[in-house]
């Protein structure tokens, strides 16, 4: 038996056909192209074949895949006009507009795993620690897989900032996040909008993408996932998190946009009989951004861990490729370096 979950307190009549289902068991799917669980026979060939993601050794690296020594003055003050983005690693982005400053799926712990001895570990680290980050007004997440969601990293900004950071979770992760000791925790689900404060007139949007959840034995997708606009009086931003290609990006973009600036991912694909229904492509990513009408978007998800089987430089080129394809300007759609600050209009 599967029940529709209702969608309350939404300020319009959301898309047709972009609901999440709950089963009788209480986990979640999308009704227009769900996540397929991949079988354990496919997880064993993933596993086992060959690699093409080696990863050079560290003088290498500075040269294909700088750090950037992170300048976070320039995050004193919102800028008077655009939006101020910092790639800090994988999904992670330090972003300010509008009189707001908020991180993306924070993520500065050296391994993406549920032991910091033990799992996937970084081979390029963050230009900047939470100690070094400026005043931050929320956070934003999109899923609880665990490159995503770093216990870590919450425990840490939590600790520095407290309630004076807010949260903002899909639907099923608030509890997780008060256990952890975060008390100022917004949770939403797909197409709710939330005030961020009436200063700033920014408002929050939990909007879909094609993913899933995970993060014990058990508990596959009973915590929805997410993609975020952040609507501001002069600019709008969209993160699209951790997803599959699907239309939702289309209905998205009619409703709310177009975004000034959006962090869209363009790694961990390969290869695609495995993970399409998880991970877009460079040319899904660029299908995206047209998709949700932004003007400029900066590729994520890339250049940080080894999560499938594509060189590690690949998802860079195979963006710029397909941009050149298309006949689109390359500056539309961008990669940059760890610590690289930049500010679109």
């Known amino acids: 038996m599967e029940v529709l979950v209702e969608e309350t307190d939404i300020a319009d009549k959301e898309p047709s056909g972009s609901h999440h289902i709950l089963t009788a068991d209480g986990r979640f799917s999308s009704s227009w192209d769900p996540w397929r669980k991949p079988s354990f026979a496919s997880l064993l060939k993933f596993l086992f074949m ?3 993601d080696s990863v050079p050794d560290s003088v290498s690296l500075e040269k294909t895949l700088p750090i ?16 101020r983005h910092m790639w800090i690693g994988h999904a992670t982005s330090l972003v300010q507009f509008d009189g707001v400053t908020l991180l993306t799926d924070p993520i500065f712990s050296n391994r993406c795993s549920p032991f910091q001895w033990l799992g996937t570990k970084r081979y390029r680290p963050p230009p900047l620690t939470i100690d070094q ?32 950071l807010t949260w903002y979770v899909p639907l099923g992760l608030k509890q997780w996040m008060n256990d952890s000791g975060c008390s100022n925790v917004i949770e939403l689900q797909w197409w709710q909008e939330h005030l961020h404060s009436t200063e700033s ?38 993160f699209a998190g951790d997803t599959g290609y699907c239309n939702v990006f289309k209905e998205i973009g009619k409703k709310y946009g177009p975004f000034t600036l959006s962090t869209i991912p363009i790694g961990a694909y390969s290869p695609r009989w495995f993970l399409k229904h998880h991970h877009v492509d460079p040319s899904e990513a660029v299908d995206i951004h047209i998709d949700v009408k932004s003007k400029k978007s900066i590729g994520i998800h890339w250049g940080t861990f080894v999560l499938s089987k594509e060189f590690y430089l690949e998802p860079r080129e195979k963006l710029k490729e397909e941009l050149e394809k298309r006949g689109m300007t390359l500056s539309s759609f961008i990669t940059v370096h760890h610590g690289d600050v930049l500010v679109t209009d």
């Not at 950037?68 to 939006?83: R, W």
């Not at 009086?233 to 969209?238: A, D, E, S, T």
């Open 50 to 52: 060959r690699s093409e």
């Open 68 to 83: 950037i020594k992170a300048d976070v003055s320039q995050f004193d003050k919102s800028p008077d006009s655009g939006i």
């Open 201 to 238: 007139q920014v408002k929050m949007v939990c909007t879909p993408c094609q993913h899933w959840c995970k993060r014990t034995l058990n508990d596959d997708n009973k915590v929805l996932w997410s993609s975020w606009c952040v609507l501001g009086p002069k600019h709008k931003f969209y």
């Open 133 to 164: 980050l400026p005043k931050i007004d929320c956070v934003l997440i999109s899923h609880n897989h665990y490159d995503h969601l770093d216990i870590n990293s919450v425990k840490a900004l939590n600790e520095r900032y407290g309630e004076s």
